[in-house]
């Protein structure tokens, strides 16, 4: 009987224990959750909260409004259409957000069929459920006219189940209306990367999905180009795969979204993340090289930019890239530029306004690491970098947009730590007058 009674209190003791570190974990999740306006406190139209920051650069004093995103997540993209940012999270959500109410608004849509969950099943013991949902999903999205009629173009990673491997994808789907219900609509896949490749390919690094590329711009009324990383096949962690034709990864695509026809661009890229092209065709685009080897690059059809042979960067912890070629002869197409540790490129835009004093037709360059803005003045004649500007900003910049009216609008991106602290956000940047 004594003995029963032990057990019983323990049994009591150990409910009351759990109950109390489930309340307070509640608790603690519902205040972050209303703090910083995540869910469930983000309806489908919401007011948010705004947070301004100043900032005094060289030619302009700015005003930065953060307002929370809708949803808790990595990577997603954003673009511009009529008067409202489209967001599209990581999970393929459609967001708008009313520049003039200061509103996100949820769009119903279809799911995107690139079986996200069936990966995350399979591997989620292996290599985590929070590595997978955060690096699994949107790499990037481009809306556009094509002849004609406005598409919403997105990139992605893309499962396929029947392989068990994984490639990166183009998905379209039609977008006559900004208001309109597109849950009737389905994702069309236009693109699917070859061959499709495994998590251990890289066995190191499985699952190097972080190297992935994704960039989407449009080229003309048919076409666009496609940047893919090289997964961190690189002849040391992996396969070289960037220096090869006979596989799509480490290169940049022009794709025609009508008759899905493809064709290499561009190759030799380790992990391009940030295109632009000018309405002289000129064509730019950032990438992510090995430590202190991130690079600006203005790309030509059919040329080679060297990696994993020539880099100016190093291999994480050692003062050298073992497969670089730089120091013997040009082989390959140099960058514009290339810039030392710690920054993290992302994406870039070419300033196009007169709304920021003297920005005009200067490259503006996001980062993720070194949380800043990086204006580069450009000698469009000789080619060449003239003048650079650190612009800190104090926050991870996933995507950056130019607005019609001239202002800059920026995605950041959580950190890994203290991310209830990093709460991503959406950064509109105006002139302070």
Known sequence: MLVFIKKKKYEILFVIIISAICSLASYYFGALSYHYKIFPFNSKTKQIEQKTNYIETAKNDLIIQEFNLPVYLKYGAIDKIDKYIIYVDNNAKIYLFD???????????????????????????????????????????????????????????????????????????????????????????????????????????????????????????????????????????????????????????????????????????????????????????????????DELNLIYEGNNYGWPFQSFGTDYNSKIWPLNKINRKKLFNYPLFSWGPALGISNLIIYSSDYFFEWKKNIIISSLLGQKLIRLEYDYEKNKIIYIENIDVKNRIRDIIELDDGRIALLTDELDANAFENVPKLLIIEKNL
Do not use: M
């Open 99 to 293: 520049l003039e109410k200061k509103l996100f608004k949820k769009i119903s849509s279809s799911a995107l069929n690139n079986n996200k969950n069936l990966f995350i099943q399979k591997y989620e013991e292996e290599l985590g459920t929070v590595r997978l949902r955060n690096l699994f999903g949107v790499r990037d999205i481009f809306v556009g006219k094509f002849k004609g009629d406005t598409k919403l173009i997105l990139s992605s990673l893309d499962y396929n189940k029947v392989d068990d491997c994984y490639s990166l994808s183009l998905f379209k789907i039609n977008l006559e209306s900004i208001n309109a219900d597109l849950s009737k609509e389905k994702w069309s896949k236009i693109f699917t990367s070859e061959p499709c490749i495994n998590v251990d390919i890289t066995p190191n690094e499985l699952f190097a999905a972080g190297s992935s590329g994704g960039r989407i711009f449009q080229l003309d009324e048919e076409n666009l180009l496609l940047t893919i990383g090289d997964f961190y096949s690189d002849g040391v962690n992996g396969p070289n795969l960037s220096q090869s034709i006979d596989n799509d990864y480490g290169k940049i695509f022009k794709v025609n979204i009508f008759t899905n026809e493809k064709k290499i661009f561009s190759l030799g890229h380790r992990n391009p993340q940030g295109l632009f092209i000018t309405s002289e065709k000129k064509i730019f685009s950032t990438e992510h090289g090995p430590e202190g080897g």
